[in-house]
């Protein structure tokens, strides 16, 4: 049977140094969470555990590259160390990769977005899930995107790394649904981030011009959903993919 949520349930944040993730780490504050931001760029990191403004044992920054298997249990066991066992994960570390067509598209590129967007949410998940069976209570929520469920044309390696989120999502959903751990994607449209920010404008504007509502999203809109799929209410949805997308819904 499943446990009841902790009163301050701990929180792993990938990418969390900027974009969706800090904006997540945020709002899971303010809903008296303790959190870990993770995150490559370790000066970015120090500039968003500053922006939090947290007091001591609320907040940690972790230096991790989530594609290296034993830099992941490292930094599991620090949070756990710190803050204690991670009850809550929200896989957002991603990159984009070039805009360019597949034909030209450069193979070590795809290797490298493949590795960071699907082979990291797996590995952290792998070993974060494991600590959340233990306590019988957990959620996961994994930023995938639209392109992995329309395919965003000159964007291969990203479309098809964001594809293999939602299906691990599924996947891990199912296995995982009668232990208390509940994992879920969200598949936003594009947001403004800097990820969004560093695209070709033409690139943007196709992606704009396909939303209903005729904008950009935000990340602080996108905390929202995650903050709702990480707490108690969430209690019947698992394996799903929740779009984020101003309308645009694709299936």
């Known amino acids: 049977m499943a446990s009841a949520v902790p009163a301050h349930p701990v929180a792993i944040i990938t990418g969390g140094a900027r974009g969706i993730g800090l904006a997540v780490a945020k709002r899971l504050i303010h809903d008296g969470a303790r959190v870990a931001l993770w995150d490559a760029d370790g000066t970015a990191l120090d500039q968003a555990l500053g922006a939090l403004g947290t007091g001591d044992g609320q907040a940690m920054a972790v230096s991790v590259d989530v594609t290296d298997e034993r830099a992941v249990i490292a930094a599991l066991r620090d949070v756990g160390n710190t803050l204690g066992a991670p009850a809550l994960l929200v896989n957002s570390a991603g990159i984009a990769g070039p805009t360019v067509p597949v034909t030209d598209y450069d193979a070590a590129a795809w290797r490298r977005v493949i590795e960071v967007n699907l082979t990291g949410t797996f590995l952290v998940s792998k070993h974060a899930a494991s600590a959340m069976v233990i306590q019988g209570w957990g959620r996961i929520v994994n930023i995938a995107s639209l392109a992995g469920k329309e395919g965003t044309p000159?964007?291969?390696?990203?479309?098809?790394s964001k594809a293999g989120v939602i299906a691990l999502t599924?996947?891990?959903g199912k296995e995982l649904a009668a232990t208390g751990v509940l994992v879920n994607c969200i598949a936003p449209a594009a947001l403004d981030t800097d990820m969004v920010k560093n695209m070709a404008p033409a690139h943007v504007d196709i992606m704009v011009n396909k939303s209903p509502m005729g904008r950009l999203g935000t990340a602080e809109e996108c905390?929202?959903?995650v903050a709702w799929l990480c707490s108690e209410a969430c209690s019947f949805s698992t394996g799903a993919t929740f779009d984020l997308s101003g309308g645009r819904t694709v299936y």
């Open 170 to 172: 599924k996947s891990m």
């Open 154 to 160: 000159n964007a291969p390696a990203y479309s098809a």
């Open 223 to 225: 905390a929202e959903l």
